[in-house]
């Protein structure tokens, strides 16, 4: 997620819907997006909502709590050191809150940040450790290991070894929520999509980059979101609607 604006950027849109009255909106988008829209409901770790404070993005899978038996095996598979992969939004859908789906939710709003940046883990630090987890996350899913999944994608594939470890590893129930806004502007002029298609040609780039085959062992876990981005004059006059792609 880029840095937080008045008005722009994933951050910003993000909280937006989640604390606003119209937090019902990302909701059913993203239960019509896992197709559980019939009688299922979504209840947030974070954002939290309105009338919570706001906390540090989650970090890891430290979201299941202490004591979960997932924890010990996740600290073999990921270093500990350095910066752990960090959620925009975590979630569970309900009613079956204990054995519902974990949502991981990652949000974009722009090119820049869609690309993201390389691993900059030390060669001394957690990088063999790393590349070693990725490798297998690689193998899993049909990625010939010649594929780099350190440079500007990686943010994506550690994103996807989180998902393998829990999915996979752990038989933790999980998805990937990737939500992308339509439509923003940034006072930098930075690019923004502007539409879906716009949106799913860099997702094909990133594809082809990553070497990921067009169907693989985990493509029914990872979901797109399309949501326009709401500038500050619609909020302030409740014109969200359709908001929704």
């Known amino acids: 997620m880029g840095k937080p604006g008045d008005g722009y950027g994933s951050e910003d849109h993000l909280r937006f819907y989640r ?32 009338d919570a404070p706001l906390s540090s993005e989650p970090e890891g899978i430290d979201f299941l709590g202490r004591g979960t038996p997932a924890l010990s095996q996740w600290r073999k598979f990921w270093p500990q050191r350095g910066t752990q992969p960090s959620w925009d939004g975590v979630a ?36 063999s450790t790393i590349e070693h ?24 594939a550690n994103r996807l070894a989180c998902l393998y470890f829990l999915s996979v590893k752990a038989g933790i129930r999980a998805r990937l929520i990737e939500i992308y806004f339509v439509g923003d502007v940034f006072p930098d002029g930075r690019r923004c999509p502007a539409d879906e298609d716009e949106w799913r040609q860099l997702l094909r780039a990133r594809e082809l980059t990553l070497g990921l085959p067009a169907c693989h062992p985990l493509s029914n876990r990872v979901h797109e979101v399309f949501v326009r981005a709401v500038p500050v004059d619609a909020r302030a006059n409740g014109a969200i609607g359709s908001q929704i792609l």
Do not use: M
Request: some cysteine; proline content about 5%.
């Open 19 to 50: 604390r606003s009255s119209h937090a019902a909106v990302l909701d059913r988008a993203i239960l019509s997006a896992i197709h559980l829209s019939n009688g299922a409901t979504i209840r947030w770790t974070y954002p939290p909502a309105a």
């Open 92 to 127: 569970q859908v309900e009613p079956d809150a204990t054995h519902g789906d974990w949502l991981l939710l990652e949000a974009k709003a722009n090119h820049p940040e869609f690309c993201g940046a390389p691993c900059s883990a030390a060669a001394s630090g957690g990088r």
């Open 133 to 156: 987890a990725l490798g297998e996350v690689k193998k899993y899913l049909g990625v010939h290991r010649h594929f780099s999944w350190l440079g500007s994608y990686y943010q994506h």
